[in-house]
């Protein structure tokens, strides 16, 4: 037999399994109640739109052409929406600084591909989106810790660097309402980071699939803008910007975009080129459609049901978590982070919580690109009524009760 472990690849160590992709799994098992996936309600999905959509381009004389391969940048139509809607948020940019991807995943995929050599450094938060660090462990990087709030000169990191054999190519962030932690960084943290890559000659991975996802509080200028103003326009700017639709429209069409200089761009499309030559252009032409015509209001009415559910969580959570339990407190996105009293182990109580209380969440390690992080998970509002909030919290709160009283 063949023994395949002696031909793969050496990144191929590398890869691990999502720990969320296999919870999502529990959504088969009606009776849990599901904290776990940080996925978008379904329910809620612009079904009727997008039905509405594709009868109209099957049934017209683009139909053959939607059905056909298309350009690797993606199709004309959607590129020009995803074009006003960057205008919107303060990025004067056109078409040719514009990437459709297979979901904002692939952009990560793409990125890493693109920048990182082994040996070299990605600047990430602590804890930081798993499907990043997935995206980017193949391509063989180190990772050192990226703290908005604080003060570290940009040599330290450039020191650290040349230890690991490489330098640092990339800091990567989701600043607007982050997965996992559903935190926001304000407007001084935007600029600080700008101005550290600006020092280290890096650039800046903007991941903002939540931006539309705000609840409360004033909107703030993607770091993109805020990039392409300082340095004089998007062909000068160092920050690459990742969208995606999942979150507002739908996350089954696997449509997402890089907005960044048009150099990269041109760098970015031959990866696609050679990847899977292009994006569905069937699910690209609906996706247009449905955006023109429905964006905005879709977005308001799914973030008052949003904003209700994360209400009803940080109610629950004051209610009935123990005093030494801290969570976050999100002004938008889909999460709020808990820290445990030290000592529990979130991945065991996970175990515990599935066995006698049917409570799913994620725990928080994987989210720590060194593996620390036990005593923290996440929590996701989206897919929960008031009343499964309500009873799961209740739930976990007297497990976890129930766990420290055990360990003293």
Known sequence: MTTWESLYARRASRMRAS???ELLKLLDQPDVINFAGGIPDQALFPAEAFKDAYQEILAGEGAGRALQYGMSEGSARLRNWIVSHMRRLGVECGPENILVTSGSQQGLDYIGKLFLT???TALVQW????GALQAFNAYEPGYDRLDPGANRPAEDFAAAARERGGRIKFAY???????PTGL????????RLLTLAGELSCAVIEDSPYESLRYDGEALPPMLALDCEASGGINNARTLYCGSFSKSLSPGLR?????????VISRLVLIKQASDLNSPVLNQEAMARVAEKVFEAHTAKTNAVYKARRDAMLAALEQHMPADVSWT????????????????????LLETSIETVRVAFVPGRAFHPDGTGANTLRLSFSCNDYHKIEEGISRLGRLIRETVTSKL
Do not use: Q
């Not at 962030?173 to 997965?179: Q, W």
């Not at 449509?255 to 150099?263: P, T, V």
């Open 184 to 191: 926001t960084v304000d407007l001084a943290g935007r600029k």
């Open 19 to 21: 720990e969320i992709r």
């Open 255 to 263: 449509l997402g975009w890089i907005c960044a200089a048009a150099d």
């Open 127 to 130: 804890p930081t989106y798993l």
């Open 173 to 179: 962030l989701s600043p607007d309402f982050a997965n």
């Open 329 to 348: 407190r999100p002004e938008g996105g889909m999460f709020i982070w808990m820290t445990l009293p030290e000592g529990l182990d979130a991945a065991a």
């Open 118 to 120: 082994e040996g070299d």
